[in-house]
């Protein structure tokens, strides 16, 4: 198997965009059919903005001219703290490979990628948001479950203050 780890650019503007579609549709156990086009949408604007100003750095994995995989990394600077002085921080996601290529180390490597790509930035935090099959391969290299960290939905009711 002849695989092909590139850095994407905004000449893979449409196959990052249409990656993220059916990555969003697996994780989510979405049929196929879905009204993505408004994510769509906002994806491609994204990849825009952040592929130029380097805020988001992508990798595609091919065989030949055929997708196989992804992965990408999106940079952020948050306030300072005592665990992490300079407040830069890395959120991994996108991390996907076809079913007819996986247990073949293709997602494996497409993650030391991205963390490398932060390391050389100079990131001390990098994070992710595992889903049940991912979750092995994360523990595996490193990565541990947060227990601090909450959020809140926005469309979540909340109570009368």
């Known amino acids: ?6 850095r994407a650019s905004l000449d ?17 156990g979405l049929p196929e059919g879905t009204d993505m086009d408004e994510v769509r949408r906002e994806t491609r604007l994204y990849y825009q903005r952040a592929l130029p100003d380097g805020t988001h750095v992508a990798y595609l994995v091919l065989e030949g001219d055929r997708f196989v995989g992804a992965g990408g990394v999106s940079f952020f600077q948050v306030m300072p703290t ?12 996108n991390i996907y490979t076809r079913p007819a290529y996986r247990r073949r180390g293709i997602a494996c490597k497409t993650l030391d990628l ?22 092995p391969l994360y523990e595996k290299y490193g ?3 947060m227990n601090d960290e909450m959020e809140l939905p ?3 009711p909340r109570p009368p203050l």
């Open 114 to 135: 991205l963390v490398r790509e932060a390391e050389g930035r100079g990131v001390t935090a990098i994070s992710l948001e595992a889903t049940a099959m991912g979750r």
């Open 12 to 28: 893979d503007l449409e196959l990052l965009t249409e990656t993220r579609i059916e990555v969003l549709l697996a994780a989510n």
């Open 82 to 93: 005592y665990h992490n002085p300079s407040g830069e921080k890395a959120y991994l996601m």
């Open 143 to 145: 990565f541990v479950r």
């Open 1 to 6: 198997m002849d695989l092909t780890y590139k």
């Open 154 to 156: 926005l469309d979540f």
